[in-house]
């Protein structure tokens, strides 16, 4: 088949390049255009462009894919399928209907549950113990078209988006194959839409800790925002008087402790125990603003926390 694929960030790659392996033809690869990046906000580009500069295919990044001119242009690829992964922009109905197979969308979710921008974190953020890959017939909904092929994953307690976003990055790729195999036998399953939940775009502001939560609460907040945003929180202790502190990793212990939230209530050389709400969380890894990420034996070694806020 001709395909042309759309996707941004590092989910998208293996995607494409299993199907650049394949002996299916990419004609054509979109993705968003080049962002400032880091610090110095250097221009950069997103994982899918490397990927294909360094294969030789042809990368396209229009601005906004719905001004006529990049409409025209994609018709011009005659595409027989457009294969979509992470994109992140809304396709035109007139690009929807340009390839002879239609659009499948790779997305990270089982359909109708998580539609939209952050499904892996949201499915986390929830306490979800299952997720998964959908291969989706687009259609001019956000997430709404009937689903081909699902694709099943457990959760684990100790998941965290980046893990999460690594094995459902490989199950896409393998699900997007197979569904191109069997294309014409495939039947399609409608949505259900009194069963849908929309997974909204990640906010920094979401990824501030309040303790008066459970440390089940907080973390799965560690979890789902690593590695972006990072969970944080404000830290005193005896070597600073205010600082930002980000939480990379914890452990929830279902101890019960009558010490407020926040309290630290177990210091040692290699562990550091808060009060939450509801159980005590012990910190693993940790980054105090400006510095590098380190454990917490590390941290300790260096600095005496006193309370988190």
Not at 70 to 92: C, H, T, W
Not at 230 to 248: G, P
Not at 281 to 295: D, H, P
């Amino acid at each position: 088949m001709r395909i042309v694929f759309a996707g941004t960030p590092e989910f998208a790659v293996e995607s494409l390049a299993i199907l650049h392996k394949s002996n299916h033809e990419i004609i054509a690869v979109y993705c968003q255009p080049d962002r400032p990046k880091g610090r110095g906000k250097v221009l950069s580009a997103c994982p899918v462009k490397l990927y294909a500069e360094e294969n030789n295919l042809l990368v396209i990044q229009p601005e906004d894919f719905s001004e006529l001119q990049n409409q025209e242009r994609f018709s011009l690829l005659k595409p027989d399928v457009m294969v979509v992964a992470a994109y992140g922009q809304i396709l035109p109905k007139n690009t929807l209907q340009t390839p002879r197979l239609g659009c499948l969308n790779i997305h990270a979710s089982l359909l109708p549950r998580w539609r939209g921008a952050a499904p892996i974190e949201r499915a986390i953020l929830a306490g979800d113990k299952e997720t998964g890959i959908s291969i989706m017939q687009m259609n001019e909904g956000l997430d709404t078209g009937d689903v081909l092929l699902e694709k099943k994953h457990l959760i684990s307690d100790f998941e965290t988006s980046h893990s999460l976003t690594d094995s459902l990055s490989s199950i896409g790729a393998s699900a997007i194959i197979e569904t191109l195999a069997h294309l014409s036998d495939l039947k399609a399953r409608p949505q259900n839409n009194n069963d849908a939940s929309y997974a909204k775009k990640i906010t920094k502001i979401e990824a501030q800790i309040d303790w008066n939560q459970s440390a089940e609460t907080i973390s799965r907040i560690i979890r789902a925002f690593n590695p972006r945003p990072i969970a944080q929180t404000n830290a005193k202790a005896k070597q600073f008087e205010n600082s930002v502190l980000r939480i990379t990793e914890a452990e929830v212990i279902q101890d019960e402790t009558i010490q407020a939230p926040g309290t630290i209530i177990g210091y040692g050389k290699g562990f550091c125990y808060v009060a939450t709400a509801n159980g005590v969380l012990s910190l693993k890894k940790v980054q105090l603003a400006g510095k590098k990420e380190v454990s917490i034996k590390d941290f300790n070694n260096a600095y005496q926390l006193i309370e988190l806020s």
